[in-house]
């Protein structure tokens, strides 16, 4: 089975830290996506890379970057927290289907 | 932006009841998948229909995808307390094989 980890599951920052949230898969997938989830909006695709080192925007890409320096491993950053980034993160890895991770509940204060 | 939006976006039913779940799409897709999320948890793939199928079953789903009218159904047959979750259908377009677009979800209860 295709496994998907995020590495916090819940996660309490301050505003104005730089939030480091890591996603490792173990299917040598090329395919990997962050997604934030927030209540009425559905899953928004913030960034997703299609092989090592490469990456692109999604739908809402503002306030976040990616690194993507081994294939497993595909991280989200927060350059500045802010509030308004308080969210439910979700990772993915391949592409039909996808295969999540359980998620890491990020709340800024 | 959001391209499947689903219908209703809450349900409650009882155990061994079907829920029938529903979802509209914009653009053009190569196909359509279903998913689903427990309270708290990621998303689990269900079931992926194809652009050029009409039906598809597996185990007590079954999904239909009708393009001319763009759009889904799933069906949950003989419903138990343990389906209780969030279901959303994605879309995977045309023009842009990368992403998965994702609707709103529909929340089912099933009451035991």
């Known amino acids: 089975d295709v496994k998907v980890t995020q590495s916090s599951r819940y996660l309490v920052k301050r505003t104005g830290e730089k939030v480091f949230l890591e996603c490792v898969q173990d299917m040598d997938h090329e395919n990997m996506f962050w997604y934030r989830q927030d209540p009425g909006l559905g899953l928004r695709l913030i960034y997703f890379?299609?092989?090592?080192?490469?990456?692109e925007k999604g739908d809402i890409p503002e306030g976040y970057s990616v690194s993507r320096e081994k294939k497993e491993r595909f991280s989200l950053i927060l350059e500045s927290a802010s509030t308004n980034q308080t969210s439910m993160y979700l990772c993915?890895?391949?592409?039909?289907?996808?295969?999540f991770g359980d998620g890491t509940r990020l709340s800024i204060l | 932006s959001q391209q499947g939006e689903e219908d209703p976006q809450a349900l409650s039913i009882q155990e061994g009841e079907n829920a029938t779940m529903n979802c509209s799409y914009k653009t053009s897709i190569n196909n359509l998948q279903w998913y689903r999320q427990n309270s708290g948890r990621g998303l689990v793939h269900l079931i992926l229909?194809?652009?050029?199928?009409r039906e598809k079953h597996s185990g007590r789903l079954r999904v239909t995808l009708d393009t001319s009218k763009k759009s889904s159904s799933l069906l949950i047959t003989a419903s138990r307390a343990a389906d209780t979750a969030s279901y959303f259908c994605a879309t995977d377009e045309v023009d842009s094989s990368y992403k998965l677009i994702f609707g709103s979800g529909t929340r089912l209860l099933v009451r035991p």
């Open positions: 229909i194809r652009s050029n199928e």
């Open positions: 890379s299609y092989d090592v080192k490469m990456k």
């Open positions: 993915a890895s391949s592409q039909r289907p996808q295969h």
